[in-house]
């Protein structure tokens, strides 16, 4: 969507302001010895206290209030029965509508005993993420978005996972701009223009480029020994720096 009014952008942060809130929880409720399932019951009880509804469950009939992916799965990860280790890499993605305006966030946390490896790759991840979103401005390329997560992944040894990508988003959970892609093309034209909405999402990996679907038709799935790591924020485009609706209550 295009922002149109100050309702819009104070729909769009409100809505930010949920999902960063019940994403942070998630992170920092993650243990040893707890279901996915269990995890995100907590992210579907805070969703509901705020009155936000989620965005997969509601769009997609996606069968959970938030998507868990854990070690070789980079994304869409379905809750359930599976119990997170010790040395677990985590990934939370949190999307919700509230009062009809979409965002959509996410982070990655890896269980203590935290492997040196594991930090760098969230490390990296999170780094990609705020050198992608200094380049969104009003009349950037959008393949400058990429350029920025590639150079990062390669300048800490990891790849990028390329069939993930960034997307417009904010009167539903996936809009134009579709395709805001992790790695540079130089065929892209796309530039990014005042008031659009989008979400950044980089996926860094230890060892797949691509991924494919898991045996229940959700989860994407990399090499059995692949690691990812996903950091996402939706932001508005602006002719200077982007407003960021999904930034932690510590501005982080």
């Not at 819009?8 to 409100?14: E, K, N, S, Y």
């Not at 992170?27 to 907590?42: I, S």
């Not at 469950?57 to 994304?75: H, L, M, R």
């Not at 009167?171 to 892209?188: F, K, M, Q, T, V």
């Amino acid at each position: 969507m295009t922002i149109e009014s100050q309702a819009d952008v104070d729909g769009i942060m409100a809505a930010g302001r949920v999902v960063a809130t019940v994403r942070d929880a998630m992170l920092a409720a993650v243990e040893p010895g707890m279901t996915t399932q269990e995890l995100d019951d907590l992210g579907g009880r805070l969703l509901d206290e705020a009155g936000a509804l989620s965005a997969p469950k509601v769009t997609y009939d996606f069968p959970g209030s938030t998507c868990i992916s854990v070690n070789e799965q980079a994304a869409h990860g379905v809750p359930g029965s599976k119990v997170i280790c010790a040395g677990d890499i985590v990934n939370v993605d949190v999307s919700a509508s509230l009062n009809g305006y979409f965002a959509d966030t996410g982070g990655t946390t890896v269980v203590p005993p935290i492997a040196p490896l594991r930090a760098r790759l969230c490390h990296a991840t999170r780094v990609a993420l705020k050198s992608a979103v200094s380049e969104a401005r009003a009349g950037a390329k959008i393949n400058r978005i990429g350029k920025a997560i590639q150079s990062v992944a390669k300048a800490h040894r990891f790849k990028v996972i390329r069939n993930l990508a960034g997307h417009g988003i904010g009167r539903s959970l996936h809009e134009e701009p579709a395709g805001i892609i992790g790695y540079y093309d130089h065929n892209d034209s796309r530039k990014l223009h005042a008031g659009q909405v989008v979400a950044i999402e980089p996926f860094l990996s230890t060892r797949s480029t691509h991924v494919g679907e898991g045996e229940d038709g959700w989860a994407l799935i990399g090499h059995r020994s692949n690691l990812s790591a996903q950091y996402e924020h939706t932001i508005i485009i602006t002719n200077g720096a982007p407003i960021v609706a999904t930034l932690s209550a510590s501005g982080g």
